[in-house]
């Protein structure tokens, strides 16, 4: 793995740096970095379960960048040891070592997608800020990992009406990623499991809600 991320101009390089810092205040410290023909997605995962049995959804967030022309690169690495180079304005240092989070294996399509009534952003920040305040409410002093896993997945589970059915998750992650300035329309678009929020800053993405439960008997066997 290169150790260094060459993007188009300074810039780039400084939103590319503070995606990393954001990424790395959430709750898995790792930024996925994909680069080909020019351009840089970054992604990040400020929600995704733990595990079979966790309950938390999968909720990416992704912001693209003007990169250089050259750069071909398809990593995982940890977001707060992404900094920025002394000898090249555009250009950022990567930590030599990679990481395989759970949430890195999976994608969402890159076509099909179908267009839905859009969202406001202004609903995006009121929903984050509500879902933050009931964590920290629900959250009791000098709780565990597994508490605060449990309220998260419990708050951030939650399928808003006011967000088309989705997951108070989006919100969150729109807000602290960033993407969330002023009133904008927020475009929404779905494309087999996965929902696709996009704001001018950057995009959300879940994939959900999954099938539950025991799948309907099928009579098997000859007819009689």
């Known amino acids: 793995m290169s150790d260094r991320l060459l ?11 503070t995606f990393a810092l954001r990424a790395s205040t959430l709750g898995e410290d790792a930024v996925r970095l994909q680069a080909s023909g ?8 400020p929600l995704a379960p733990k ?14 960048l003007h990169a250089d022309p050259e750069l071909v690169c398809d990593v995982v690495v940890v977001a707060s040891a ?16 990679g990481l395989a989070p759970a949430w890195a ?17 202004a ?18 002093t000098d709780a565990g990992e597994d508490v605060v896993r449990a309220v998260r997945a419990r708050v951030w589970g ?21 993407f969330v300035n002023g009133a904008e329309p927020v ?16 995009h959300v993405l879940v994939r959900g809600p999954l099938a539950t439960g025991m799948t309907a008997v099928r009579r098997t066997g000859t007819q009689r």
């Open 187 to 202: 475009r929404v678009r779905v494309s087999g499991p996965w929902t696709r929020l996009s704001l001018h800053r950057g």
């Open 38 to 45: 020019g351009v840089l997605a970054m992604t990040a995962a």
């Open 7 to 17: 993007l188009a101009d300074a810039d780039s390089a400084i939103d590319a740096l």
């Open 51 to 64: 595990g079979l049995g966790d309950p938390t959804p999968t909720v990416l967030g992704m912001r693209t």
């Open 158 to 178: 939650q399928h808003d009406q006011d967000l088309a059915g989705l997951p108070l998750g989006v919100a969150f992650a729109a807000f602290v990623l960033g």
């Open 105 to 121: 294996g999976i994608s969402a399509p890159r076509g099909g997608w179908t267009e839905r009534p859009d969202l406001d952003a």
């Open 82 to 97: 992404v900094v920025a180079s002394a000898e090249e304005p555009r250009a950022l240092v990567l930590p030599p070592t």
């Open 123 to 140: 609903t995006l920040a009121v929903k984050a800020q509500s879902g933050i305040a009931q964590v920290a409410e629900a959250v009791p």
